[in-house]
C-alpha cells in the first residue's frame, strides 16, 4: 500500500529559487495537509485543503503556495526559496472532517536553502 | 499563547518503569485528541486516539480532562523500542512540539 508518497525526499535549494514539492495519496481521501517541523517547534501547518479545488491557509503560510486539482495530488509550492525554509516538510491526508480523523503522514521532504 | 503545549522531556527511563506526560490545549471547544509516535528522522505514526473516558491500549493508557483542557499518556512496564519523540494532536490539525522519551536498559 503506497498511502502518501513524498518526492523528492531532499532537496538542496540556492536562495531565491523556486521548486516544488509533490505529494500524493492512494485513499481516496478528501482532506489533505503540509506541515513543516523544525526543531523544538514540532509541526506547524502551513496550508491544507479539505477536498479538490478547495484550500485553505494554516499557521504559517507565508512564502507557499498549494493547488489541489484533483483528490489525489497536493502540490507544496516555494516561490522564492529564503534560508528560513529550510526544514523538514510533511505531507499528509485523512478521511472525515476537518477537526476529526487520523493523519497519514508521507515520509518527508528534508529541504536546504543556502 | 500556543494552541498545543507539551512536557517536552527529555524522559530519560529504566526498562520496565513507568512514564507519563502532558499536553495542554487552548481551545475549549476542541473536538478531537490524539497521540503519535515519531522515531528519529520518520514521519509520525498514530499511536492512539484519546476519548472522553479514557482509552487503554497494551501499555498506553491516554487520559482526557477537558475540564482542565489537557490530555495525558502513561507508558507502563517501558520498552527498549518506547525510546522515540510522542507528539498529541488536537483536532487533526495542531501539534504539540513533542516530549522525547528514551529507554535504557
Known amino acids: 500500500n503506497a498511502g502518501v508518497t513524498q518526492t523528492p525526499k531532499f532537496q538542496v535549494l540556492k536562495t531565491g529559487q523556486s521548486m516544488t514539492l509533490q505529494c500524493a495519496q492512494d485513499?481516496?481521501?478528501?482532506?489533505m495537509s503540509w506541515y513543516r517541523q523544525d526543531p523544538g517547534m514540532g509541526l506547524r501547518l502551513i496550508h491544507y485543503s479539505v477536498g479538490a479545488g478547495i484550500t485553505d491557509q494554516g499557521e504559517v503560510p507565508n512564502g507557499y503556495n498549494v493547488s489541489r486539482s484533483t483528490t489525489e495530488d497536493f502540490p507544496l509550492r516555494l516561490l522564492s526559496a529564503a534560508p528560513s525554509q529550510t526544514s523538514v516538510y510533511f505531507c499528509?491526508?485523512?478521511?472525515?472532517?476537518?477537526?476529526?480523523?487520523?493523519?497519514?503522514f508521507g515520509e518527508g521532504s528534508r529541504l536546504t536553502v543556502l | 499563547r500556543k494552541e498545543v503545549e507539551q512536557d517536552p522531556g527529555p524522559f530519560n527511563v529504566p526498562e520496565g518503569a513507568t512514564v507519563a506526560f502532558n499536553c495542554t490545549y487552548s481551545?475549549?471547544?476542541?473536538?478531537?485528541f490524539f497521540w503519535y509516535r515519531q522515531d528519529c528522522r520518520k514521519e509520525p505514526k498514530l499511536l492512539m486516539s484519546?476519548?472522553?473516558s479514557g482509552n487503554e491500549d497494551g501499555r498506553f493508557t491516554a487520559q482526557l480532562n477537558r475540564a482542565s483542557q489537557y490530555i495525558s499518556l502513561l507508558i507502563r512496564d517501558s520498552k527498549l523500542s518506547d525510546s522515540a519523540t510522542y507528539l498529541c494532536?488536537?483536532?487533526?490539525?495542531?501539534f504539540g512540539a513533542g516530549t522525547t522519551v528514551t529507554v535504557r536498559a
Open positions: 494532536a488536537v483536532n487533526s490539525r495542531s
Open positions: 499528509a491526508s485523512k478521511a472525515g472532517g476537518a477537526h476529526t480523523g487520523e493523519l497519514f
Open positions: 485513499m481516496n481521501h478528501e482532506y
Open positions: 481551545n475549549s471547544a476542541s473536538q478531537s
Open positions: 484519546v476519548y472522553s
